[in-house]
């Protein structure tokens, strides 16, 4: 697989997380936020496990069970901290936090346990995402900073960054589908006792079998599963900053079906966010070129 479609499957896989919003906007009234990202990794886990029995089997030898717990617990933590720090310190101060901070966060880990500094593309390329990503949410409402809240965002986006660096080794090894199945299926299972403390009747509800099923098996069965294939020839610190795209799809979705509108300043930060991604693609690409070049003068 090239660096380039590599690069375009883990953009795709953002694009589907960018819906999450939107879904959620469609939810029930009595559905709480903690509840649904609890559901969604329950039917993400079994829809990815269906896969597996369906098309493979599930290879369980030599199997990293440390991996496999960490990033299980990363991607299960993220859920309740991203969703307590956007209650507590609201929607523009959380969002940002959590996932401005996710590629750096990525980045210094895959610079101290790897020894893999990041490039100065991929530098220039994170600090135009992010300061998109803060343009995009500024003025979205009063600015609120709640210490607590602030807190729970950066766990959050250390969460995502801890999942994608244990993940990726991971499928250098194992097929995706394996991997993003147990993970999820895992993770799931951490965040059971949620479905004892919160009230899930809504799923019963006609709209929130709807609901359940986008957010469970398009944003993030199928996300995730495209997220972990390209993450077999991009680096993790590539990977989360390409994630960035998921805020600018959730802010033109706000804009097409839930008819928001958006000010001079938050289409500047669009244009950056395009802009970055769009730089870190190319890179990608020519990194790959650069690799294989290296290879056949090695050869």
């Avoid at 990293?64 to 101060?93: C, D, E, H, N, R």
Wanted: net charge positive; with cysteine.
């Amino acid at each position: 697989m090239q660096g380039k479609l590599s690069a375009l499957l883990i953009l795709l896989a953002a694009v589907l997380w960018g819906t999450t919003g939107t879904t959620q906007a469609f939810a029930p009234e009595s559905a709480h936020p903690i509840a649904i990202g609890t559901i969604r990794l329950a039917i993400g886990g079994l829809f990815l496990l269906s896969l597996v029995f369906l098309f493979g089997k599930l290879e369980l030898k030599n199997w990293p069970k440390k991996a496999t717990i960490l990033a299980a617990l990363s991607m299960a933590l993220y859920q309740p901290l991203f969703f307590s720090a956007v209650t507590i310190t609201g929607v523009a101060i959380g969002t940002v936090a959590a996932i401005g901070s996710a590629p750096i966060l990525s980045g210094l880990l895959e610079w101290i346990f790897f020894k893999s500094r990041p490039s100065k593309i991929w530098w220039c390329s994170t600090v135009l995402s992010i300061s998109g990503c803060i343009l995009l949410f500024v003025n979205r409402e009063a600015a609120y900073v709640d210490p607590v809240g602030v807190i729970m965002s950066l766990g959050a986006g250390l969460s995502f960054a801890i999942y994608t660096l244990a993940s990726r080794d991971m499928v250098q090894k194992f097929p995706s589908l394996n991997v993003v199945a147990v993970i999820f299926t895992l993770s799931a299972i951490f965040l059971a006792p949620f479905l004892f403390i919160f009230d899930i009747s809504w799923v019963k509800s006609l709209q929130g079998i709807g609901v359940s099923i986008q957010l469970g098996v398009i944003a993030t069965g199928i996300a995730y599963f495209l997220f972990a294939k390209g993450l077999t020839k991009v680096s993790s610190s590539t990977a989360v900053t390409l994630a960035l795209a998921e805020p600018l799809t959730a802010a033109l979705l706000g804009v097409l079906l839930l008819g928001e509108s958006l000010n001079t300043t938050a289409w500047l930060g669009i244009s950056l966010l395009i802009i970055g991604i769009v730089l870190l693609i190319g890179s990608s690409n020519a990194m790959n070129r650069k690799n294989k070049s290296t290879r056949m003068t090695s050869a």
